[in-house]
């Protein structure tokens, strides 16, 4: 029930562009993205509704495919501060409404 | 900034002892959340409430118990702590008993049980 993220690193150089990828094998109803950096709180950073309604409020942007039960996060242009661990989480059915993460995505944005 | 508030952020006890896990928001918000994550791992969910005395268990078992009596407070305890509770706990909240709301965290306490 646990979405799979991958990769489960990458290391850019400021400037370039990443894709992180989270898949379910349940349908899912909704996907989060959360960005935690190392000894702070998971930040929100999007949600993608079933149905396609799209909410965030960085300048990141996110797609949600329902029949691939499948949802990617696009980082383009790099930023340092775009440095941290990403995490997915899902809601499907099984899930009493409650939101289920992915083991997380370590990015690394060098100068 | 959400307005949601953990205390101690750090605590470094014995094992046996009884401890309290803060949390505290100032939102209204209804549903709230303990998960616990060891270091550069996921976050799993141990406990989770929909208003007050409203309290469920998640999907990581967990010998921890939480209470909801006011809305805006939801701590956790541990009766008799043991090493292999060292951890970090993350409260959370959101405003809607549904997920189309992002969850707010807090800044986490830091446990080592000695």
């Known amino acids: 029930q646990q979405p799979v993220q991958s990769p489960q690193a990458v290391i850019l150089r400021e400037g370039e562009d990443a894709v992180i990828n989270c898949s379910s094998s349940?349908?899912?109803?909704?996907v989060h993205w959360y960005r935690q950096k190392h000894g702070e709180a998971p930040v929100f950073l999007m949600i993608?509704?079933?149905?396609?309604e799209q909410k965030g409020h960085e300048k990141i942007s996110a797609s949600f495919n329902e029949k691939k039960q499948q949802s990617s996060l696009y980082l383009t242009a790099s930023q340092l501060s775009y440095s941290g661990t990403y995490f997915c989480?899902?809601?499907?059915?099984?899930?009493?409404?409650?939101?289920?993460f992915g083991k997380g995505t370590k990015l690394s944005v060098k100068p | 900034e959400a307005d949601i508030y953990q205390t101690p952020r750090y605590l470094v006890i014995g094992t046996g002892k009884k401890i309290t896990l803060e949390c505290s928001q100032t939102?209204?918000?209804?549903?709230m959340y303990w998960y616990q994550q060891d270091p550069g791992m996921e976050l799993h969910l141990i406990h989770y409430?929909?208003?007050?005395?409203?309290?469920e268990k998640g999907d990581l078992s967990s010998e921890s118990t939480v209470s909801r009596i006011r809305t805006e407070h939801f701590p956790l305890t541990l009766e008799s702590a043991r090493p292999s509770h060292t951890s970090q706990y993350l409260c959370?909240?959101?405003?809607?008993?549904?997920?189309?709301?992002?969850?707010?965290f807090g800044n986490g306490t830091r446990l080592t049980v000695t």
């Open positions: 989480g899902t809601e499907n059915g099984g899930s009493q409404g409650n939101l289920i």
């Open positions: 993608l509704l079933k149905g396609g």
């Open positions: 939102m209204g918000h209804d549903k």
């Open positions: 349940k349908a899912l109803y909704s």
């Open positions: 409430s929909y208003g007050v005395n409203s309290t």
């Open positions: 959370a909240s959101s405003p809607e008993v549904g997920l189309n709301s992002p969850l707010h």
